[in-house]
């Protein structure tokens, strides 16, 4: 007897259809294509690169870009706020803090800077600084995705991840994105750079802080390239007809791809490694030498060359800025650090033609609050705050000698120019010529974006 199909009968049809099959012949026709191969963004947009500087921990905006004179008159004033208060009480009393540092107007453009930071003033007319961002997290790792993949829960793509999504890779010899952690990892892993639900092409690549940046890049004694080459040729025939019988294998092919990667490396990276070829004023501009400097010195010159290479994406990582404790100390010694490096960079990069073509951006995870608790006695430091932070921005088509945006008379929240993370996100994004509506990825259901849901361009940043 007849009957008509079931709902479940009629979609299980539709998979032996002609339809099906030309629909999966495309699908696989579009797998094989280059996914990094570099190509133009949804606008026309200066920026080509990004250098990312994530200080992790918490940067206190108050005490580096943000005065707050007004807080010299409550300093150890005890302070509770009522939707405080019950916390308060469990945790100890809480005090306001003046910072330690003394500001100055920097530049042209009277740019408001800790005195500390006296490399960077000098190239203060070439930073946009953003005063008004938010975020929705006080707790490090999830304060750490939402910054470097917009989600606070982890599991979505980097920001590199995307930025490679979406224009490809100059130079098919290096990954598109590289990241330059230090020797632990901060808080949140290697998802801070993981490419999430992209295909596994797009992930970061970190370089090691300590010992070779890459294990076993050369290849063993007694080894030469012709034969790593018909080995890699038999390996890629084997993968090949393993693939060809279990399609959609996303890791297979990106495993496939890293091989050859990986052999075009060996001839590019100990070139782009090896700073002994920078001459001599060059290193001593970036502070290489200086047991202070010298660390994240490195960082930097080394990514002034990887965007010379051709690599879209740098994030270069410095941590232990979660400063709880005497601020002065802990930010003084950090921002010694990192001063004459970041201000090297921008020169460099400058003097070099490519600051044009090329977005830094200074961030952490979230701000610092005006106040702090006691921990054995009154410390001088700050605790967590997603309701204030200062970014800033050099190069790439920045809206350079402003500053966009404002907090509090304390710093406690953004109160003029105020913008979600997103917005951040988005108009990163469009500095870049990316339309973060445009750029989305089908997923579990859906289209998925950096920004999660959309976002607001925020165009005083924009030069």
């Not at 090949?240 to 091989?259: C, I, K, S, W």
């Not at 030498?289 to 990582?317: I, P, S």
């Not at 445009?438 to 289209?447: Q, V």
Request: hydrophobic share 40%; charged share 20%.
């Amino acid at each position: 007897m007849l009957h008509a199909p079931t709902r479940r009968e009629f979609v299980y049809s539709l998979g032996a259809s002609l339809g099906s099959v030309a629909f999966t012949s495309l699908l696989a026709e579009e797998a094989n294509k280059n996914l990094l191969a570099p190509r133009d963004g949804h606008l026309p947009a200066k920026a080509k690169n990004v250098i990312f500087l994530m200080m992790e921990g918490g940067p206190s905006h108050i005490d580096t870009f943000d005065p707050k004179p007004a807080l010299a008159k409550l300093h150890l004033r005890e302070f509770i706020r009522e939707d405080q208060q019950a916390s308060a009480m469990q945790s100890g009393k809480r005090y306001y803090v003046q910072s330690p540092f003394k500001f100055i107007k920097a530049g042209e453009c009277g740019a408001d800077m800790a005195e500390n930071w006296s490399h960077l003033a000098k190239v203060a007319d070439d930073l946009c600084f953003f005063r008004g961002c938010t975020v929705d997290s006080v707790n490090h790792p999830t304060a750490m995705y939402q910054m470097n993949c917009g989600n606070r829960f982890g599991g979505d793509p980097g920001i590199g991840a995307w930025v490679n999504y979406g224009l490809g890779t100059l130079n098919e010899d290096l990954p598109g994105f590289i990241v330059l952690p230090e020797v632990s990892y901060p808080q949140g892993g290697a998802a801070n750079w993981s490419n999430g639900f992209l295909p596994a092409r797009f992930q970061g690549t970190p370089l090691r802080a300590k010992g070779s940046p890459i294990l076993d890049l050369a290849p063993p004694a007694g080894v030469s390239t012709e034969r790593q080459r018909r080995n890699l040729d038999l390996l890629a025939r084997l993968n090949t007809a393993h693939a060809a019988q279990h399609p959609g294998h996303d890791e297979l092919a990106a495993r496939m791809d890293n091989y050859e990667l990986a052999f075009r490396m060996q001839m590019q990276v100990p070139e782009v490694l090896d700073l002994s070829q920078e001459d001599a004023k060059t290193t001593a501009l970036y502070g290489i030498g200086n047991d202070a400097t010298d660390a994240f010195g490195r960082k930097c010159l080394l990514a002034r060359k990887l965007v010379e290479k051709g690599v879209r994406f740098v994030q270069l990582y410095h941590g232990s800025w979660d400063s709880h404790d005497y601020i002065e100390r802990a930010h003084g010694n950090l921002v010694r650090g990192v001063d004459q490096p970041i201000a090297a960079l921008i020169t460099d990069l400058k003097r070099r033609g490519l600051l044009e073509s090329t977005l830094i951006v200074w961030c952490g995870e979230f701000g610092r609050t005006p106040d702090n608790g006691v921990r054995g006695g009154i410390a001088y430091g700050r605790d967590h705050n997603p309701n204030a932070m200062t970014i800033w921005l050099a190069g790439g088509g920045c809206n350079a000698g402003h500053t966009v945006g404002a907090t509090d008379e304390l710093g406690m929240e953004a109160v003029e120019g105020k913008s979600h993370v997103r917005d951040f996100h988005v108009t990163l994004l469009r500095l870049l010529g990316l339309d973060d509506n445009k750029l989305t990825f089908y997923h579990a259901g859906r289209f998925k974006q950096l920004s999660q849901f959309g976002g607001t361009v925020i165009k005083e940043l924009i030069g």
